[in-house]
């Protein structure tokens, strides 16, 4: 068709325009409507199924803590490379509270295996780094379930401080924080009911093997929340015990407000070292290159 055709079918010009305009719109609505309206829920929200549902899934957090809002911030993804599944946790410091705080950083990450028929995830190694200024301390993990053996080693500034070995039990394995995140989101342990309670064994820290997670009451739930001046919403409460170890607190405790599609949307690290209670709350969730949810 030629351009002197062209003009002289405006009507068509127009109807054209006007139908690629009217798509793009209806797009759009349908994209705002596809959003979730409740933080901490998404479309497609599955309670229990293949493991690898998560992959490519991006959870992020705003830090406050003593009289600093915003005062660092945190992610947590889980992700597959050749083949090889992992999730990567990190939180820091950040601006000026950084530098008050001499920029403290913890770095967690875990190489999963995958059994079950896909269902659960058990860890082949973990490892854990906190730097604070210019000192580290690291400790690395690894499982070798077909000797069933935990082979370990601290570092302290780049040097070797302890190492050890040890037996991993006949019945089972040591779920590290980022395993029992994500088994405890694929209802593994059972369903998350209120009320319910459960224990977690995880890697041996400081006489510390266990993790005891439990979901409060209806009753205590609703206290909490009128205490706290929270909103009425569909969610569970959790009280979570971990070694101290792995936070560097002086209790272990969390306290988690989930929301029902198993993300936690705000989060209390009691007691961290000289710093107090930690809140962190959600932002948003990012699944691979989509838009970010939540």
Do not use: C
């Amino acid at each position: 068709m030629s351009f002197k055709r062209l003009q002289s079918q405006p009507l068509l010009l127009v109807s054209i325009v006007g139908l690629i305009f009217l798509s793009l719109t209806v797009h759009a609505l349908e994209t705002k409507l596809a959003e979730p309206i409740t933080l901490g829920e998404y479309n497609n929200f599955l309670p229990t199924g293949k493991t690898t549902r998560f992959s490519g899934e991006t959870l992020y957090y705003n830090i406050s803590f003593l009289w600093f809002d915003n005062a660092a911030s945190a992610k947590v993804s889980f992700f597959e490379e050749h083949g090889k599944y992992f999730s990567v946790l990190e939180a820091s410091t950040k601006g000026f509270v950084g530098f008050f705080t001499a920029y403290r950083k913890h770095f967690y990450k875990t190489e999963f295996e995958i059994i079950d028929n896909g269902k659960k995830l058990r860890p082949k190694t973990f490892l854990r780094k906190v730097t604070i200024a210019s000192n580290s301390e690291i400790t690395q993990h690894k499982f070798d379930y077909s000797r069933r053996l935990h082979t370990w080693e601290k570092l302290v500034n780049e040097e070797v401080v302890e190492t050890g070995q040890g037996e991993i039990p006949a019945d089972g394995a040591f779920s590290d924080i980022l395993t029992s995140f994500y088994n405890v989101r694929n209802r593994v342990y059972g369903k998350l009911e209120k009320g319910k309670k459960f224990i977690i064994r995880t890697i041996p820290e400081k006489g510390h093997d266990e993790i005891f997670v439990h979901i409060w009451s209806e009753k205590d739930q609703e206290r909490f929340r009128v205490e706290e001046g929270r909103e009425k919403r569909d969610e569970i409460l959790l009280n979570i015990i971990v070694p101290k170890e792995i936070f560097k607190t002086e209790t272990g405790e969390l306290m988690v407000w989930s929301s029902k599609h198993y993300i936690p949307v705000e989060t209390t690290v009691k007691d961290y070292i000289l710093l107090g209670d930690l809140h962190a709350r959600f932002t948003h969730r990012e699944m691979g290159q989509l838009a970010s949810e939540g």
